[in-house]
């Protein structure tokens, strides 16, 4: 969705070494995600904020850290990679549930992260 | 259904053939349910969604079924195409209070569709 653009796309790095995922909206939404995907578990939350004061852990921040930079910006990184976090990395939005009651996400293209 | 190990869950049918996706949630609770499709390489891209209080919604060559009773969802597409192919992923969406409502995933079923 070119509404929610994750930079880079792809990158190798080494253990031990610092990296910044970044993600951008347009949506206009207050709400951001950053998910990481491995094979045969599906999407497992890692950090997300409801709005630019707010920040969350998720299921699986141990060796993550983010920032809400701006309502459109939310970066995470990983402070010292380490090959287990090979994966692939999507950020998604959503707005306010509203009257609908509803969130549904929208995702970006992702990133592929190799740690060697 | 959902896989529960390691290995995805698929689904192979031929072109024109309806298709039937599966999912099983663990929430009684959970008062919204997406369906989502990814291509390879590509993120997760929304379908068709339904609350608790219906059974059915339609969309275009998409319907989506819910049963409380049994905590299932599925979703069947019609005059599936080769453009189909993709995983799909159910969502439940589970309030965490207030307005702080969350995606739970499941683990994703690969429609392979044959020509």
């Known amino acids: 969705d070119a509404d929610v653009t994750q930079t880079p796309r792809n990158r190798i790095t080494k253990t031990g070494k610092r990296i910044m995922l970044e993600c951008s909206q347009t949506k206009g939404h207050d709400r951001m995600y950053w998910y990481r995907q491995d094979p045969g578990l599906g999407l497992r939350l890692i950090y997300y904020?409801?709005?630019?004061?707010?920040?969350n852990k998720g299921e699986i921040s141990d060796g993550y850290s983010v920032s809400r930079q701006a309502q459109a910006k939310f970066s995470l990184s990983l402070e010292s990679a380490i090959p287990n976090q090979t994966a692939l990395y999507f950020c998604?939005?959503?707005?306010?549930?509203?009257?609908?009651?509803?969130?549904?996400?929208?995702f970006g293209p992702g990133t592929r992260l190799t740690v060697l | 259904g959902e896989s529960v190990g390691l290995h995805l869950p698929t689904l192979s049918v031929q072109e024109g053939d309806n298709s039937i996706i599966n999912c099983a949630y663990s929430n009684s609770a959970s008062d919204y349910f997406i369906w989502y499709k990814q291509e390879s390489g590509k993120g997760p891209q929304f379908i068709i969604d339904?609350?608790?209080?219906?059974d059915k919604r339609q969309g275009q060559r998409v319907t989506v079924l819910l049963n409380k009773t049994v905590k299932h969802l599925s979703l069947q597409i019609a005059a599936t195409q080769p453009g189909d192919s993709a995983v799909y992923f159910c969502?439940?969406?589970?309030?965490?209070?207030?307005?702080?409502?969350?995606?739970?995933f499941g683990k994703g079923t690969l429609l392979t569709v044959n020509p």
């Open positions: 998604a939005t959503s707005d306010l549930p509203g009257t609908s009651g509803t969130d549904t996400q929208y």
């Open positions: 339904i609350r608790s209080n219906m």
């Open positions: 969502a439940e969406n589970r309030n965490s209070g207030g307005s702080n409502y969350k995606l739970t």
């Open positions: 904020s409801f709005d630019v004061k707010d920040i």
